[in-house]
């Protein structure tokens, strides 16, 4: 089990242990309020049950099922890639592969939006944006952005640099090259 699936585990453990409910009976109260969105369940948790946020988030986030943890990580994957996003699973098959080379701590762990490619600390992430491109995150501080290799930006502020792909032709020794250096330095 990673840190965080032990993290929280031992939070689930707590929050029985000081409460007396367990996590299943906080998903009953919440189902119970009517509340819908994730803010309103954890603040209904928080002001008529009096627990911290961590615990009222933790709840409200497992009785919508929006956290990564409330799927299998082939679900978040194929959720991502279906529909008219289908047509780029094989980039993401193709640029898995490749990471998995660089060795066998590679932690691939998808969100719902993404995957999140981790050693000691993330170095990668690999998101499909619209219908026709994928975007590879890629962590470089430090390296100047090139044409190519473009500052993140706005994209996402967990990672330094984006290489925008809408074909698998267009995985190269270069984008590899890339990938190998961030890992390197994770």
């Known amino acids: ?10 939070m689930i453990r707590k929050l029985e242990e000081q409460t007396g409910k367990s996590l299943a009976d906080w998903i009953k109260i919440a189902r119970a309020s009517g509340l819908t969105k994730a803010g309103e369940i954890r603040n209904y948790i928080k002001s008529e049950h009096g627990l911290t946020f961590g615990y009222a988030n933790l709840i409200a986030l497992k009785t919508l099922g929006s956290d990564a943890g409330s799927s299998s990580a082939d679900d978040l994957i194929a959720t991502q890639y279906s529909g008219a996003k289908a047509q780029l699973r094989p980039i993401y098959d193709t640029l898995l ?11 691939v762990s998808p969100k719902k939006g993404y995957v999140s490619l981790r ?6 992430i690999f998101q499909p944006s619209t ?25 996402n502020a967990m990672v330094s640099h984006r ?16 990938l190998r250096q961030a890992y390197d330095a994770s």
């Open 1 to 10: 089990m990673s840190s965080p699936e032990v993290a929280l585990q031992s």
């Open 163 to 178: 290489v925008r792909l809408g074909d698998k032709k267009e995985i190269d020794k270069e984008l590899i090259g890339w």
């Open 119 to 124: 050693r000691k600390k993330q170095f990668a």
């Open 97 to 107: 592969a490749a990471v998995k080379k660089f060795g066998d701590d590679v932690e």
């Open 131 to 155: 219908a026709t491109r994928m975007d590879v995150g890629i962590n470089l501080k430090g390296t100047p952005a090139t044409a190519r290799l473009e500052a993140s930006g706005s994209f």
